[in-house]
């Protein structure tokens, strides 16, 4: 195979805040791998909190890809050759949606069908950024498509975060989710949390800062389902997970790729745990290889190709709420 | 898609015994699922143990079938109309072989490399039923093939359980692991235990019987691993697996196919569990499908085609011990 990666700048529709991060734009890397007249492409949508960056991503793709089998089908020797490397997830991530999107290709069929799975899954939230609360119940009226939940970003160190839900609540009816991303201590989100279910938010993501070793108590103590993703990386981390959590947030660009977050979501299921798969701020090419894998899960977060403002990689169907994987071969985008 | 299934006796090489079964033929069911000119086919080898049998396997088949979707590829559908119905996993464990063949042939692509799998696995064991240990230790000397490795089938009421194996020992070198199918009590497998460790016995299956309360006592004490099996059926039995063993026997017949086993897997690897594959007595029908999904596994007990008399479907290749799924379009045999 010939393996060719570049960074790319994505634009933002508009500013996006949560607990840590302010952003107006992305750096992705798009990742090609070339094999008997078929091309397959990847994502990687590289996490600043874990010290990647679209930089040293696109230099990982580069410096492994020599090391790379020939065969395009042969995934779990891909998967050990990168396993031997630490971190950047997000670039194993881009290589195994452009070996997963090539194979599609060399067979004629679509990813999630080669799968097995379904071409369903649960309704995408829409994400809101963290803002003042007047300012967060006016962008619900500038949601793009036609999503039919929407997610909060909270964590706020002002106190706030209850007044943004209630202004969100006043100009919307749909289902509500937030996110503290580590946000709270433990006695913060005790407090808020049972304001936030009188509001009918249906679950939080991590309340806690990743680790804090109050997890345990806090979800005995929470009145709403407490779903982890700072926490949740790899399938090493799932048990771990469940004893924090009633659910997991897996993202390809955290567990490195397709077949790990499907052995993750297999895992959470054996754990009696919650399944939600949420993505970056990521082309269509990126959301694709996430909802191939969405009829596996119970809750969506798959936004980012609509937080974008021209999506290089159209493809993925926004039906009824649901984003849907394309019904052509590979990942089907572009 | 067009469902057929037919009953077929198996004759064993020689009497097979174990704990609580005596059996000189096992009869199986052949399941063949036809489309598009091609035809994949599957066995089914009930376990009498959970109250099925070949002709239930097969009434479950015809029954079934008229309800399949007609989308050879469609295994999430598949999975989600045969879980509606309870028990019979043999019988399912069929169609889903079935249906893993016929794909692989619409695609042109043995199994194992369309599930992004090795045509690898670890050593598989040849298993010595129960008997006398002179008898054990005689038979040891007619094992077919090249195995490197055997599995002694213990769990006697008689109290020569250790006898078995020093005789065993003294006939072969090769590594050992036994299967005492339920047979001991915490005190008794105590009491064997440390003795088999002492003669280089690597892991002991299914000690207790199934659900003994005694599980996590007998885990926290033994000198050697267990693997549990009787214990073990689907995904939902892994995590209570993980209080009582330290590794899982997953069998196809029990799991209801190679997809629930791949999954059950992979929440073994979250649990830190050992993964063995096991069968039943089968042809190289049932033993290539289990084959296919050696290479995610720690140990294999793939002999059934090799205690049969005169398989109908070759293909599967013992090669230095290692039992390797065929490299031909899906299940590969016949």
């Not at 009226?141 to 970003?153: A, E, I, N």
């Not at 049972?194 to 990743?210: I, K, T």
């Not at 299921?269 to 899960?297: D, H, K, N, P, T």
Request: glycine fraction near 10%; proline fraction near 7%.
């Amino acid at each position: 195979v010939e393996v060719t990666a570049r960074v790319t700048t994505l634009r933002l529709r508009e500013t996006f805040r949560i607990s840590y991060l302010v952003q107006d734009t992305a750096d992705v890397v798009h990742v090609a791998v070339a094999h008997a007249q078929a091309t397959g492409y990847g994502e990687a949508a590289p996490f600043e909190r874990y010290g990647e960056s679209a930089e040293s991503a696109r230099a990982f793709v580069e410096e492994v890809a020599p090391s790379l089998p020939d065969d395009p089908f042969a995934f779990a020797e891909v998967e050990a050759i990168l396993a031997e490397r630490p971190g950047e997830l997000a670039a194993k991530a881009a290589i195994d949606a452009a070996l997963h999107d090539l194979q599609g290709k060399l067979l004629g069929q679509p990813t999630w069908r080669l799968l097995g799975l379904r071409r369903a899954g649960p309704p995408s939230c829409y994400t809101i950024g963290m803002g003042d609360p007047d300012e967060m119940a006016r962008k619900t009226q500038r949601v793009p498509g036609d999503f039919r939940r929407l997610k909060l970003k909270l964590g706020g160190k002002d106190g706030l975060d209850v007044e943004r839900v209630r202004a969100v609540r006043g100009a919307v009816s749909c289902p509500l989710q937030v996110d503290a991303n580590e946000g709270w201590t433990v006695d913060e989100a005790l407090d808020v949390l049972p304001e936030l279910q009188s509001l009918g938010v249906e679950y939080c993501e991590q309340p806690l800062p990743a680790g804090d070793p109050g997890g345990a108590q806090l979800r005995a103590r929470s009145p709403l389902p407490i779903y982890v993703d700072e926490d949740c990386h790899l399938l090493s981390s799932v048990a771990t997970c469940a004893e924090v959590a009633n659910g997991i947030n897996i993202k390809l660009a955290k567990s490195g790729g397709i077949r790990e977050a499907i052995r993750m979501a297999n895992a959470a299921r054996a754990l009696g745990l919650g399944v939600m798969l949420g993505c970056m701020v990521e082309s269509g090419l990126g959301i694709s290889a996430a909802a191939q894998i969405g009829s596996l899960c119970d809750f969506l977060d798959l936004d980012g190709n609509l937080l974008i403002a021209d999506d290089p990689w159209p493809g993925v169907e926004l039906v009824d709420g649901v984003q849907l994987p394309p019904d052509r071969p590979g990942l089907g985008v572009g």
